[in-house]
Nanobody, 125 residues
Framework: QVHLVESGGGSVQTGGSLKLACLPS???????MGWFRQVPGKEREGIAS????????YYADSVKGRFTISRDAAKNTLFLQMNSLNPEDTAMYYC???????????????????WGQGTQVAVSS
């Protein structure tokens, strides 16, 4: 079983930055982690994923060039650096993990079996 805890959400103005963190516990066999976001009434959107074995990173077009997913192996922590934020980025952000390998971008939420509780990001104009 994997337990994920996100932190770092908050309120910023357009153009601002935030850095989210996700701390996993309970398993050392995680192979892929991702960040998702969801706005009420809309489907959950996969925005970034990272392979914990090969280090490859993948992004949705909506965040490419503005967001960066990374992992500090020593601290066993996943990060999402978000720059140039705009009101369309307002959402609940979730960290997700899976214990098996995943080919491709792996930005579909049904590929992940472990989820955090979410952290809210609000961007005002």
């Amino acid at each position: 079983q994997v337990h994920l805890v996100e932190s770092g959400g908050g309120s910023v103005q357009t153009g601002g930055s935030l850095k989210l963190a996700c701390l996993p516990s309970g398993s050392t066999s995680i192979k892929r982690m991702g960040w998702f976001r969801q706005v009420p009434g809309k489907e959950r959107e996969g925005i970034a994923s990272i392979s914990l074995t090969g280090g490859g990173t993948y992004y949705a077009d909506s965040v490419k060039g503005r967001f960066t997913i990374s992992r500090d192996a020593a601290k066993n922590t996943l990060f999402l650096q978000m720059n140039s934020l705009n009101p369309e980025d307002t959402a609940m952000y979730y960290c997700a993990a899976r214990n098996s390998y995943c080919l491709g971008t792996c930005l579909r939420d049904d590929l992940y079996m472990y989820w955090g509780q979410g952290t809210q990001v609000a961007v005002s104009s």
